[in-house]
């Protein structure tokens, strides 16, 4: 069994949504003064690895709690679209297989960025057409290897298509490491009632 670590690591400097610099990271306590380590962490629900919930965007939807700590846990596949230059269409996504119930994950020129790089604003993203051919293809949940998942969409429907269906969003992933195919993926969100979207730990399994 082999694990990949697909998480952003979370550190001062960190590529940050649109430069937003709301990461802050401090040592409150030192061995050097006071014979023991304590640290405080100032984070947006949106920093790093995240996973976007329905009440992101939605005005009744579902917040963390609501869609369960086990929505990003399950059957993985990881999908290579390191050829495309814009974004992810629903053409590119009817080209692959994709079995009903799949963690569907999108490997990107985006894992080629460094992990503290200004934050590129042509980032490569899923279009609302790519969103709707994920939803007919029955997708678990999607995740996309940089800190937002679409971009100039006034409305958002690339979000909107997948959460009014309750289809969570992992953005923030890093797959450069890792080749396109089957995994057993386990993402966990931290346990905050109430909120629309929170930092998580992934890794994929290889059996």
Known sequence: MKVYDISWPTFNGMTEY?????????ATKTFQKDYVRESLITIGSHTGTHIDAPAHFLKEGKSI????????????QVIDMTHVETCIDAEEINKIEIKPNMLVLFK???SQLQV?????????????????????????????DYLGIERQQPNHETHTTLLEKNIPIIEGLRLAHVNAGNYFMWC???SIPGIDAVPARAVLIEE
């Open 18 to 26: 649109k430069d937003r610099k709301v990461l802050h990271l401090k």
């Open 188 to 190: 966990l969100p931290l």
């Open 108 to 110: 990107t020129k985006n």
């Open 116 to 144: 503290n790089a200004p934050f590129n604003h042509d980032f490569i993203y899923l279009n609302a057409e790519g969103a709707k051919a994920l939803v007919e293809k029955e997708a678990r949940a999607v995740g996309i």
């Open 65 to 76: 709690e609501e869609i369960g700590p086990l929505s990003c846990v399950g059957p993985a």
